[in-house]
């Protein structure tokens, strides 16, 4: 699935596990019926002020549980990568159990569970049979995550050193030196321009009192969201709910997180890499999760970059000069205006010339929009994947920990192919011209010659 088409998911999935896949028959069947009647989700609100979202699922004996924070790395502050170890260490150990002994409760009775942090927030999960001993096990072992983890000193200097070799591992990746330049490039100050792993030294001084002070902070009732899909009728889901969440103290929500502000110059930071190949990255602040242009400039984005070999940018980089085997572009709309970001990867003899191809396609399609044939391909081919996009339970309950989260509409996938449907060339140009900025873009390149010291610049972009 293209990064840039699956608009609903967090950003980013940083120390997070895989959970496995099962169908959602009838969620599927519903959306593409005549009606596009989206899963049903109905929401109410524990007793210490955590937002619930849930869709009975009956086919299958299972459920899926995620409850998600106001607590990603826009909350680290000074300490970069707070966020990302705080939830990496809570699986590490809760109550009188090790990290052994929680692998080993939800192994025997054949659950899961995950725990992530982004930018935007740290989501905590498990997936488990509705069965007994298995839907018990599963649920007490995620209520003592959540709400008596112990941080044991031990595991943390193992975690610390697996931080500190994930970064060092990182360094060596071009692709990774740039998004992370990028970043700090189109977000400047703003928390969001911090990369969630964090940095070395900032790694090496947390301690274990930051990690409890973190929890006890974000980690509350008030600052929850908990989605919840599976084989449950709504009082079988409510009582779930407050056994997993009911345990923490009500607490406050953070204060909002300051605005972006939009770049007032374009920018280019060149980091040589000892590498044959450039990656040319392309980057300015876009728009927040619930944005009125949504639609349009996601759609529009469809076109320019984020539908694969029939997109703009492929078209003029790969298939009429050969100078990429792929580019793209995407939206990654946050809690505030997220990334608009561009890249490809070339020989670095060619980067100059891709990155300006790049750029010139993007300000044509922000002057001229799409035509009426591209408009009309895009939509068909938006909407006629959404039904499979949500049909399991392990994307399902994503989407739900989504809408809870940012406060979306909760008729927001009924709506979503009809909203896509109304979307015309004029608002997309419109969106587009006002929104996107080609003339000030940040741009990282990285990559050239091994010999020589990886030295930024920064120059107009050409």
Same mark, same amino acid.
């Given at each position: 699935?293209?990064? %840039?088409? &699956? ?17 959602? *028959? ?8 005549? =009606? ?5 989700? !109905? ?36 300490? /970069?990568?707070?966020?990302? &170890? ?66 044991? @000193? ?24 740039? !998004? ?6 189109? $977000? ?25 002070? $973190?929890? !006890? ?31 923490? /103290? ?7 997180? /300051? @605005? ?12 040589? $890499? ?17 944005? @009125? ?43 505030? /205006? ?11 003899? !060619? ?5 300006? =191809? ?6 044509? $399609? ?15 081919? =938006?909407?006629?994947? &959404? ?43 419109? %969106?587009? %011209? ?9 741009? =990282? ?6 010999? *020589? ?10």
């Amino acid at each position: 699935m293209n990064t %840039a088409d &699956f608009e609903l998911l967090p950003p980013g999935r940083e120390r997070s596990a895989t959970l496995p896949r099962t169908g959602l *028959t009838a969620v599927l069947l519903l959306l593409i019926s005549a =009606v596009q009647a989206g899963p049903q989700i !109905q929401t109410w609100q524990t007793g210490n002020g955590a937002r619930v979202l849930f869709v009975a699922a009956p086919e299958l004996p299972m459920v899926d549980v995620r409850v998600v924070f106001d607590a990603g790395s826009a909350r680290d502050g000074a300490q /970069p990568g707070l966020a990302a &170890f705080t939830a990496g260490m809570l699986t590490e150990g809760a109550r009188d159990w090790d990290a052994d002994t929680i692998a080993l409760r939800m192994e025997n009775v054949g659950a899961s569970l995950s725990a992530s942090a982004d930018r935007d927030l740290a989501a905590v999960g498990i997936r488990s049979l509705t069965q007994e001993p298995a839907l018990e096990t599963a649920v007490e072992t995620l209520a003592g995550l959540l709400t008596a983890p112990t941080f044991p @000193p031990t595991d943390l200097e193992r975690e610390r050193e697996n931080a500190l070799i994930g970064l060092r591992q990182a360094q060596e990746q071009p692709a990774k030196v740039g !998004q992370k330049a990028l970043f700090r490039q189109v $977000f400047g100050s703003h928390p969001y321009a911090s990369d969630p792993a964090g940095t070395e030294d900032a790694i090496r001084a947390l301690t274990r009192a930051d990690l409890q002070a $973190f929890h !006890q902070r974000y980690f509350t009732g008030s600052n929850a969201v908990v989605a919840i899909v599976g084989a449950l009728d709504q009082p079988a889901a409510q009582a779930l709910a407050e056994r997993v969440v009911g345990g923490l /103290p009500a607490g406050e929500r953070p204060a909002a997180l /300051p @605005p972006v502000a939009d770049l007032s110059d374009a920018a280019v930071e060149r980091i040589t $890499f000892p590498s044959s190949q450039t990656h040319v990255l392309a980057g300015q602040p876009g728009m927040a999760r619930g944005d @009125p242009d949504y639609f349009a400039l996601y759609l529009g984005n469809h076109i320019l970059g984020g539908s694969g070999l029939v997109s703009l940018l492929m078209e003029e980089v790969r298939e009429k000069r050969g100078l990429s085997y792929s580019t793209y572009s995407y939206f990654l709309p946050m809690a505030k /205006p997220g990334p608009f970001l561009m890249g490809l990867q070339t020989k670095n003899a !060619q980067a100059d010339q891709a990155r300006t =191809v790049m750029i010139d396609t993007l300000k044509r $399609f922000a002057t001229e929009g799409p035509t009426e044939e591209q408009l009309t391909a895009a939509k068909k081919n =938006v909407t006629g994947g &959404f039904p499979l996009r949500i049909a399991e339970n392990s994307d399902i309950i994503q989407y739900l920990a989504v809408i809870g989260f940012y406060g979306l509409p909760l008729d927001y996938l009924d709506r979503f192919t009809d909203r896509i449907q109304a979307v015309t060339a004029e608002q997309i140009r419109d %969106a587009f %011209a006002r929104r996107v900025h080609p003339d000030r873009l940040a741009i =990282v390149t990285v990559g050239g010659d091994a010999d *020589t010291a990886q030295v930024p610049a920064t120059g107009d972009p050409g």
